[in-house]
C-alpha cells in the first residue's frame, strides 16, 4: 500500500514537474523579427564636419527595448537601434544573448553624444551605463564609432531630437 502511494505520488510529482517547463516554456516568446520594428533615418554631424547616416531600427515600446538586438548575428555598417527615453534619466544597458560588439552612444536630451561605450563584449551581463543621464541610446555595429571618426559631443541629427536640427 505504501508503495502504491509513493508511485502515485512521483507520477503527480513528475506530470507537475513536466506542466510547471512547459508553462515556463511558453512564457519565453520568440523574439520578434526586427522587420517588425519601425525604421528611420539618423545622421551623425561629427566636429569634423562629416556627416554618417545610418538606417536604424526603433525600440519604440518596452517589449522592443528590452529585446534590443538580441539574437542578432549580424548587422550592417550603417544600421543601428535607437532607444529613446521620456527624459534624461539613467540607462543601463547589458549584452545579454547580443552575439555582436556594438559600440553604445548615450545621447542628452539636445542631442549632442555624451558618451560612447565601445565595442561591448558579446553575451555579457556586465552592465553599461554611461556616467551621466541620457535621453536616448544608440546602438551601432562595434567598431564603428572608431572608423567614422564619430566621439563625445558630435551631434545626432533624428526627429527624437528636435533641437539637433
Not at 547580443?98 to 542628452?108: E, G, H, K, P
Request: aromatic share 8%; hydrophobic share 50%; with cysteine.
Amino acid at each position: 500500500m505504501a508503495s502504491t502511494i509513493r508511485a502515485r505520488f512521483a507520477v503527480i510529482l513528475v506530470l507537475t514537474l513536466v506542466a510547471a517547463a512547459r508553462h515556463a516554456a511558453a512564457e519565453v516568446s520568440a523574439p520578434e523579427p526586427l522587420s517588425a520594428f519601425p525604421q528611420s533615418l539618423l545622421a551623425i554631424r561629427t566636429a569634423a564636419g562629416s556627416v554618417i547616416n545610418f538606417k536604424i531600427w526603433n525600440a519604440d515600446r518596452p517589449s522592443r527595448e528590452e529585446q534590443g538586438l538580441m539574437f542578432v548575428r549580424e548587422m550592417d555598417e550603417h544600421a543601428g537601434m535607437l532607444f529613446v527615453f521620456a527624459a534624461n534619466q539613467s540607462v543601463a544597458m547589458w549584452m545579454k544573448n547580443t552575439y555582436l560588439s556594438l559600440d553604445m552612444v548615450f545621447i542628452d536630451a539636445s542631442g549632442r553624444i555624451a558618451y560612447i561605450a565601445a565595442r561591448t563584449t558579446p553575451l555579457s551581463l556586465d552592465i553599461i551605463s554611461a556616467p551621466q543621464p541620457a535621453r536616448a541610446v544608440l546602438e551601432l555595429k562595434g567598431g564603428a564609432c572608431a572608423e567614422f571618426g564619430i566621439k563625445a559631443g558630435d551631434r545626432v541629427l533624428h526627429p527624437a531630437f528636435p533641437a539637433s536640427h
